[in-house]
């Protein structure tokens, strides 16, 4: 089914870089040998525009087809992940303790494909939008790059992402409509008390037992200030003091952590209420707290009409699971849901080991499923969805 005729070439030469690139991971906005190598590859596949920087690292090109004024972009992330791999395979990486655990490598060498078959075929009207992103695990390369003028520099009507899914069968898609994926917040609370020995508590103000009970105080915001149908997580995940003795009572505690939701209303209520519990419940221990709340990701919000569109695109290559549940994961993908209409869809790696393991490797049968899915989409985009060949 979908777009086969003359790919089986390009699919080799995909899975020829991907193992490339899975041999050199770069992390963050350090994707600085990963960004050269897109670049090099796109300008000789002969696309119309390539820039390179974009968001630090990020590179943009441009295919252009029959004259239109329609044009889509196509998303990939290109950074790998801060994990010593296990896998033991002969392309495994080269750099230790990087590795691309989430199956970036392959995201790149797929939209490269498209690339190289688009530039050689041209048969649709319009321009398509290349997005090599940089730090979409953490840093927020999106972000960075639409602060670097994206879509000022370069026009797109709707923007489509993908990702690969472990346990999916290769060939299968899955979609959410709809909000998909959680924002992201990330927090740091202070409590400031006086210190005192231990043998005599009653001399200073303790503020362990401040911070821990704004801790129990937080799973209260969840259970009884959020609705129960509206999932949100707190999450604190380190607590340390200004000092590390058996005999001493600390001055300060530090604490951090992170909120997980899929409503904007709740995503605000919960932020208030942090505030509230930290100012009160340390004022009632007699210590001081202070709250730096910092939004981090938005929500992933897929549009309604543009889900369809890709899972019928889908469906010209594989099965469609079009009711994927909700993620309280996050994805930076979000930030271009804010200001276009997007489509991120999931596609089948197999039975492989989920993200983020050290035994996790990109399968690269699940090129060429997920190459006939993104040149299917631009023939329904903008061309006549007749074959790419």
Partial sequence: MGVTTGLKDTIAQATVWRRHLHQHPELEFDTVETAAFVAGQLK???CDRVEVGIGINGVVAEIHGRPSNR???LRADMDALPITEATGLPHASQHPGKMHACGHDGHTSILLAAAKKLAE????SGKVV???QPAEETGGGAKAMMDDGLFDRFAMDEVFGMHNTPQLAIGSFAICPGVYAASSDLFDVTVTGNNSHAASPFRGTDPLMAATAIVTGFQTVISRSVSAIQPAVISVT???SD???YNTIPTNIHMKGTVRCLNADVRDQIEERMHQIVELVAASYGAVGTLDYRRNYPILKNDIALSEVAACVAEQVGPVN???DRSMGTEDFAFFSEVKQTAYICFGNGDSARLHHPEYDFDDDAIGPALNYVLNLVQNRL???AEIA
């Avoid at 075929?121 to 649709?124: K, V």
């Fill in 44 to 46: 000789i596949f002969g």
């Fill in 71 to 73: 044009s889509i972009g």
């Fill in 121 to 124: 075929n041209r048969n649709f």
């Fill in 130 to 132: 290349l997005i090599f």
């Fill in 238 to 240: 380190a607590i340390r």
């Fill in 243 to 245: 000092l590390d003795s």
């Fill in 322 to 324: 079009r009711a994927l």
């Fill in 383 to 385: 061309g006549t969805k």
